[in-house]
């Protein structure tokens, strides 16, 4: 299944490097403006934060990367 891989670089309060990633089937968004739209959205929740342990995004350096298939 195509899916857009969506990549977010985070910061930690000590300048600690990261990346969150989000992935969004072609069906849900078939174009990378809509994927990169959502993943701003996503990456303001409360589960996104979580998991990031609070680390701040870097909104300015978003990365897509189009997948055709799963890889395994």
């Known amino acids: 299944m195509a899916h857009w891989e969506i990549r977010i670089p ?11 990633v989000f992935t969004y089937s ?3 968004c078939p174009l990378q403006l809509q994927a990169k739209r959502q993943a ?9 934060i979580r998991h990031r342990r609070g680390a701040d995004a870097r ?9 055709e298939t799963y890889e395994f």
């Open 40 to 48: 701003r959205v996503d990456v303001d929740s409360a589960d996104a």
């Open 59 to 67: 909104l300015d350096a978003i990365k897509a990367i189009w997948h």
């Open 10 to 20: 985070t910061v930690t309060a000590d300048q600690r490097d990261g990346v969150q």
């Open 26 to 28: 072609a069906e849900r």
